[in-house]
């Protein structure tokens, strides 16, 4: 028969196997939390930099305040500054996507600050795309910083270019210095001398200008098609709350709008600055030699820039009203160019056709203004220039 051995174990060897037991979980526990808190910090870098020396004062304006409101982000330490170089032998490096970090203590800065690391990731995947494959493209960023009494704006302008010509695009952020909050638009336009009423008139004339100038040659009616496309698009922005806006380092009201043109591809981000000055769309006003007209009033009229080639804004008081067969009337509108200097306005008042024409060039100093009703003259006055000229 065979005998049963049995195996004796000292209490002291199952407590001391117990123990390594424990000891070899604890320090699994400790490696695995320490490796995910590591990951975190390399995923919050800014975190890093931002908070040495930071406050705990929940009530401080600033974050760290050691440090500018605005300063480097540098997002590109935990990475390393690769660079490589292009075909034409301009070396790009990840550092040349320059970021600003906001050290403002307030939630909206928090905002930003997470908007813009989101643009900053997507441009170093751009950037480690082309180190590791083709090297012919690039793309890099820039900030500047503007301080007017208590407004902060912060404009990051970002290029890529390669085999075709640079994209810009902008993205911009303003703060009040007093509560830490965004800056609306409409108050921007406020602290740059705007009202909601003029604001749009100037911004449409200086993008009719801009589309002007990118569309030299062209035909008026295509120039006047892209001048519509491009104004509608910043109308868009306005509504949507998306459209870009900053102040100056003088002080002027600037926005970020979309340009469309008929070239290249297509549209483009600009920045225009808007510069207020009452009246600076008014070309000149003209008024009668004496009062012997319209029942001993002058008769007078104001012509307009348009955002649109080939047409001016009009208003002539004392004009020809068909329905009264006076001259008491204020017309006003958009009368378009029919032949060299001759501009013509047509409106249907009482099933009868109304038409006023004068010719017009820039520094005329006499006009003759006609009112026709039916195709007959009825009307037919000089005018002279009040040397109103604005511009």
Not at 132 to 139: A, L, P
Not at 175 to 204: A, M, P
Not at 220 to 247: L, P, R
Request: hydrophobic share 30%; aromatic share 12%; glycine share 6%.
């Amino acid at each position: 028969m065979e005998e049963n051995k049995k195996v004796k174990v000292r209490f002291g060897t199952v407590i001391c196997i117990i123990v390594i037991i424990l000891l070899v979980i604890g320090l699994g526990v400790m490696y695995y939390f320490g490796f995910v808190k590591n990951k975190e910090n390399n995923n919050n870098t800014n975190t890093d930099i931002a908070t040495t020396g930071n406050t705990t004062d929940p009530n401080a304006k600033k974050i760290d305040e050691s440090k500018d409101y605005v300063y480097d982000a540098k997002y590109y330490e935990n990475e390393g500054n690769k660079s490589y170089e292009t075909p034409s032998g301009e070396k790009i490096e990840l550092k040349d996507i320059n970021m600003p970090y906001i050290n403002i203590n307030s939630e909206d800065a928090k905002k930003a600050n997470n908007e813009i690391k989101e643009i900053y990731d997507k441009m170093a995947k751009l950037f480690k795309e082309e180190y590791e494959d083709t090297k012919t493209w690039y793309n890099i960023a820039s900030y500047e910083t503007y301080t007017n009494d208590n407004i902060l704006s912060v404009v990051i302008e970002t290029e890529a270019a390669g085999t075709d010509v640079p994209v810009y695009n902008y993205y911009t952020y303003n703060f009040d210095l007093d509560t830490l909050k965004f800056v609306s638009y409409e108050d921007i336009c406020k602290k740059t001398g705007f009202d909601t009423d003029n604001s749009e008139r100037y911004i449409e004339i200086e993008i009719s200008y801009e589309v002007q100038d990118k569309m030299k040659g062209f035909d008026a009616s295509e120039i006047n098609e892209y001048i519509k496309k491009s104004v509608d698009s910043y109308k868009e922005a306005v509504n949507n709350k998306t459209i870009g806006y900053f102040i100056s380092e003088v002080g002027f009201l600037n926005i970020i709008t979309t340009i469309h043109i008929p070239v290249g591809s297509g549209e483009f981000s600009t920045i225009l600055e808007i510069i207020p000055a009452d009246g600076d769309w008014m070309e000149t006003e003209y008024t009668s030699a004496d009062s012997q007209s319209a029942q001993g009033n002058p008769s007078i009229l104001t012509i307009y820039r348009t955002i649109y080639l080939n047409e001016l804004g009009f208003e002539f008081n004392h004009g020809f009203d068909p329905s009264k067969q006076t001259i008491d009337r204020k017309v006003s509108g958009t009368a378009k160019l029919t032949s060299e200097n001759t501009y013509e306005y047509i409106e249907t008042i009482d099933g009868k056709e109304y038409k006023l024409t004068f010719d017009y060039s820039v520094n005329a100093e006499e006009i003759t203004l006609k009112e026709y009703l039916d195709g007959k003259l009825n009307t037919s006055i000089n005018l002279f220039s009040r040397l109103m000229q604005i511009n």
